[in-house]
């Protein structure tokens, strides 16, 4: 059976800090999505990454993909209030758009 | 470009009583998935949907089963509901085939009393 964990479960960091969620799985995949979730509401995709090496940018995240050590990281830099949400990282399998979801990483930015 | 549209937004039941949610695609996808997220928790797979016909499934229970139209909107029904299914349920429509990502709808809240 497919596992996806995410480490840290609970993430509060002040404003304009850095920091790192990971994202750990225990199969052989090159496709990671990064999703945003905030409360009640739907899941915002993030960043598509499709292939070893693969490190994508947008505002104050970056995502990168190790294929090999079946690890991604969203890495956050100069945190802001606005990014308080929870944050979950996806395996898919084959192309099928079958993902298989991580627990899921609550950041709270602090002012 | 609607999106991805659920219906309800939110409905609550009684335990074993029958509920059926309801996914309007993204304009041109032709896919359907299906996925539990309980409080707290990530999403689970429940199963996926590509030419009327069920392609994919999850760990769940029979008493979940879907349909597919020609349209390619879908239906998920749960049956002898549990005070355990209670969750967001969330639509994701896709390509079957081409690398796209998943668009998600704002999901239908279920609470089982």
């Known amino acids: 059976e497919l596992k996806v964990e995410q480490n840290p479960l609970f993430l509060s960091m002040q404003e304009g800090k850095n920091y790192t969620i990971y994202c750990n799985y225990s199969?052989?995949?090159?496709?990671l999505y990064w999703y945003r979730q905030d409360p009640g509401k739907s899941l915002e995709s993030l960043f598509v990454?499709?292939?070893?090496?693969a490190v994508k940018q947008e505002g104050r995240l970056m995502a990168s993909l190790d294929t090999k050590a079946r690890l991604s990281t969203l890495h956050i830099t100069a945190a802001v209030h606005d990014l308080s949400a929870t944050y979950f990282c996806?395996?898919?399998?084959?192309?099928?758009?079958?993902?298989?979801f991580g627990t899921g990483t609550s950041l709270t930015v602090i002012p | 470009d609607a999106g991805v549209t659920q219906s309800p937004t939110h409905l609550i039941k009684t335990r074993g009583q029958q509920v059926t949610l309801r996914c309007s695609p993204k304009?041109?996808?032709?896919?359907v998935s299906w996925y539990q997220q309980a409080l707290g928790q990530g999403p689970q797979f429940i199963f996926q949907?590509?030419?009327?016909?069920?392609?994919q499934r999850g760990n769940f229970p029979d008493r979940f089963s879907g349909h597919q139209f020609p349209n390619y909107s879908s239906e998920l029904n749960v049956n002898a509901l549990l005070l355990g299914d209670s969750a967001l349920y969330l639509c994701?429509?896709?390509?079957?085939?081409?690398?796209?990502?998943?668009?998600f709808g704002q999901g239908s809240t279920l609470t089982v009393v």
């Open positions: 994701a429509s896709s390509l079957v085939f081409i690398t796209t990502e998943a668009f």
């Open positions: 199969t052989t995949s090159d496709r």
């Open positions: 990454l499709l292939s070893n090496g």
């Open positions: 996806a395996v898919e399998l084959d192309t099928g758009n079958q993902f298989y």
């Open positions: 304009s041109g996808h032709d896919t």
């Open positions: 949907y590509y030419e009327e016909e069920e392609r």
